[in-house]
C-alpha cells in the first residue's frame, strides 16, 4: 500500500491550502482515512477522518475550517484549509488501515487517533507553513 500526499506548502495566516493524498495497491472494505499533523516535539495530531460508514470526524480547533472529503474511487483522500493559522503550521500526513469490523461499531473518536493506524499505512507527509 502506498500513500502520497501533495499541496502543502507556505501562505500567510487567513489563506487557503487543499491537500490530497492518493493511495494504491489496497481495496477495504472498512476501513479509516485520515488526515493527521506533526510538528517537532510534540505528538502525532489527528486532524480530520472518514470511515467506510462514512462518518467524518475533525479536531475541535479545525472545526468550520477543514473540511475533509474522499474522491469517488474512495482511494483518494482530500483535506480542503481555510482561515489558516500560524498553529496550523505542521507536516501533515495521510494514514489508512483496514478494519477488521464494521467501523460503525468502533468508537465515535477511532478513526482520529493516530495510535489506531499501526497496522495501516502512512504516506511520507507534506509541509504546510501559515504565516502571520
Known amino acids: 500500500v502506498r500513500l502520497v500526499e501533495s499541496g502543502g506548502g507556505s501562505v500567510r495566516s487567513g489563506g487557503s491550502l487543499r491537500l490530497s493524498c492518493v493511495g494504491s495497491?489496497?481495496?477495504?472494505?472498512?476501513?479509516?482515512m485520515g488526515w493527521f499533523r506533526q510538528v517537532p516535539g510534540k505528538e502525532r495530531e489527528g486532524v480530520a477522518s472518514?470511515?467506510?460508514?462514512?462518518?467524518?470526524r475533525y479536531t475541535d480547533s479545525v472545526k468550520g475550517r477543514f473540511t475533509v472529503s474522499q474522491g469517488n474511487a474512495k482511494n483518494t483522500l482530500y483535506l480542503q484549509m481555510n482561515s489558516l493559522t500560524p498553529d496550523d503550521t505542521a507536516m501533515y500526513y495521510c494514514?489508512?488501515?483496514?478494519?477488521?469490523?464494521?467501523?460503525?461499531?468502533?468508537?465515535?473518536?477511532?478513526?482520529?487517533?493516530?495510535?489506531?493506524?499501526?497496522?495501516?499505512?502512512w504516506g511520507k507527509g507534506t509541509l504546510v507553513t501559515v504565516s502571520s
Open positions: 494514514a489508512a488501515v483496514p478494519l477488521g469490523v464494521a467501523s460503525a461499531t468502533l468508537s465515535d473518536l477511532y478513526c482520529l487517533r493516530a495510535a489506531n493506524y499501526d497496522e495501516g499505512d
Open positions: 472518514i470511515d467506510s460508514d462514512g462518518r467524518i
Open positions: 495497491g489496497y481495496t477495504y472494505s472498512s476501513y479509516c
